[in-house]
């Protein structure tokens, strides 16, 4: 079985990032204000989070002084850390509160992960790349996150040890939606996850409602492919 590492956020998280990247907190600020917020996101605990979590802490250093442009930047490997505004749409329109249970596809570099644990009760995070989950554990623990669970796997599978989830977020595109997803998500839960081909692909936000799923696509996207058994074939 692949192992699982878990941590909670501690009050010194904050200290910590504000000693660590002073230099950066200027640009944070205005990632917010110019790239969020005037674009229409205005979820209270979605800003508070991206004002806090450190993004330049999640890319190569040499990509440090592009982490707060609104573009997706590599993280190698074929994979990327998305854009700001992309995540904090996605995160404002699952409507997450505080307590609840999310499981993440797709840790990547943990950006996204640590926004998550800012946010909710505890972040469930399925990544297939090893070299990845290794980074974003060290990053993770650097800031000293405890709500966490990291799991190397197919994360096409989602995981169901943990279900159901009041949430589901997936940060790569699959052709159609992962049967698994769909059984996971809890009663009243919500899922929001790019559906398409490579070239085409759609946003799109799932609510389950006395056992039935209700669709809906919010606008146009762009995303890696979600290879596993579920999704694109791994080659």
Known sequence: MAPAFSWKRTPRSEELIETKDHDFSVARKRMVADQIVQRGISEERVLRAMLKVPRHLFVEDALGPMAYNDRPLHIGLGQTISQ???VARMLQALDLKPGERVLEIGT???YLTALLAETVGHVYSVERI?????KARRILKHLRYQNITL???DG?????KHAPYDAIIVSAASPQIPQP???QLGEHGRMILPVGG???QELTLVHRRFGKWETRTLSGCRFVKLKGKHGFKVS
């Open 130 to 134: 090893s070299d990845l989950i290794l």
């Open 156 to 160: 096409t599978l989602g995981w169901a």
């Open 181 to 183: 997803y769909l059984d």
């Open 84 to 86: 700001p505004f992309i």
């Open 151 to 153: 799991r190397l796997g």
């Open 108 to 110: 990547g570099c943990g």
């Open 198 to 200: 490579e070239e085409v």
